[in-house]
């Protein structure tokens, strides 16, 4: 992907997946990114849930934490592409 320009919403991509290694001279293993359509990310509900995948609280993550009556079984799944994050460490942009 480092020496194309793909515009996967002009070319009408679905979904768009592309690792960092190596080749792009990325030092960090297991990079890479995840192009999803917004009318394709609607209907989609992936499983397992967890907090990276999360929508953050109204009150921000430092007010979440210390609440005693949060609730930490069915936290707001996000609706942004980062509902699809599940594991290590999650950057998204819309």
């Known amino acids: 992907m480092g020496a194309l320009r793909p515009d996967a919403d002009k070319g009408g991509v679905d979904v768009l997946c592309a690792g960092g290694e190596k080749w792009m001279l990325n030092p960090h293993v297991g990079s890479g990114f995840t192009h999803i ?20 609280p109204g009150s921000g993550w ?32 819309q």
């Open 37 to 56: 359509s917004k009318e394709l990310l609607e209907g989609l509900n992936p499983a397992p849930y967890g907090i990276l995948n999360s929508e953050e």
């Open 62 to 93: 430092s007010g979440y934490w210390p609440d005693p009556g949060k609730d930490v079984w069915s936290p707001p799944v996000s609706k942004s592409v980062s509902k699809f994050e599940w594991g290590g460490e999650g950057h998204t942009s």
